[in-house]
């Protein structure tokens, strides 16, 4: 039996030490390939364009171009971008949440553990699920910019979308949510795409986070 590609990753962080020992937890995977690093926000978005990663570990704080304007140009130039996980100090930081809104998949503390962090890039280069959801749901509770009135895509949603919609803020993945629902994966794989084609979103983060934004998910 043929095994799987390795999940291509790039290291984006300008302390040489933090980006050493990333390499050496990320390679001693099997399933896992380091293929580039960078110092910089430019020197990511370089990197990237020339090895095309699945995923991309990227310091939010950067000199020069910091992680968002970095996540920002990757996701605008590359027409099958990597996924992208912003690492950071601290989870409450607003670099983090303009990170998210910017289009990251999701982010990492970079006191997380070694199985943390391998769990991580494995999760979002899957892309069904949400990577630490509860994580994500506090900081878009903090941070949510409140709108005057909700969005029009939110009358746009059935019923079955909100509910899918419900369930993947939870971090759900789309067999747990056919389980819960009692409905084919099929069927929710056609709500998830539905719910991020209405919220014009890229991924499962950006819907939760829009969705915040538009009042639907606040309190609760």
Do not use: C
């Not at 997380?112 to 994580?135: G, H, T």
Request: proline share 5%; hydrophobic share 50%.
């Amino acid at each position: 039996m043929t095994r799987p590609a390795p999940i291509r990753v790039v290291l984006a962080d300008d302390e040489r030490m933090v980006r050493t020992a990333l390499r050496a937890i990320l390679s001693a995977e099997p399933d896992l390939e380091v293929v580039g690093e960078a110092a910089t926000g430019a020197e990511a978005v370089s990197v990237v364009r020339e090895v095309r990663p699945d995923v991309v570990l990227m310091d939010v704080r950067m000199p020069g171009t910091d992680g968002i304007r970095a996540t920002e140009q990757i996701l605008a130039t590359l027409d099958e971008p990597p996924r992208i996980v912003v690492v950071t100090t601290f989870e409450n930081d607003s670099y983090v949440y303009d990170a998210l809104r910017a289009g990251a998949a999701g982010f990492l503390l970079k006191r997380a553990d070694a199985e943390a962090l391998v769990q991580a890039v494995r999760l979002v280069a899957r892309s069904d699920s949400l990577l630490f959801p509860a994580a994500v749901r506090t900081l878009a509770a903090e941070h949510a910019r409140a709108r005057p009135a909700p969005p029009a895509w939110v009358a746009k949603l059935t019923g079955r979308e909100r509910e899918v919609l419900r369930h993947m803020a939870k971090g759900l993945t789309n067999a747990e949510i056919a389980r819960g629902m009692e409905v084919g994966a099929a069927t929710v794989k056609s709500h998830v795409a539905a719910v991020l084609a209405k919220t014009g979103t890229r991924d499962r983060t950006q819907a939760v986070i829009a969705a915040y934004e538009a009042g639907f998910l606040n309190g609760g």
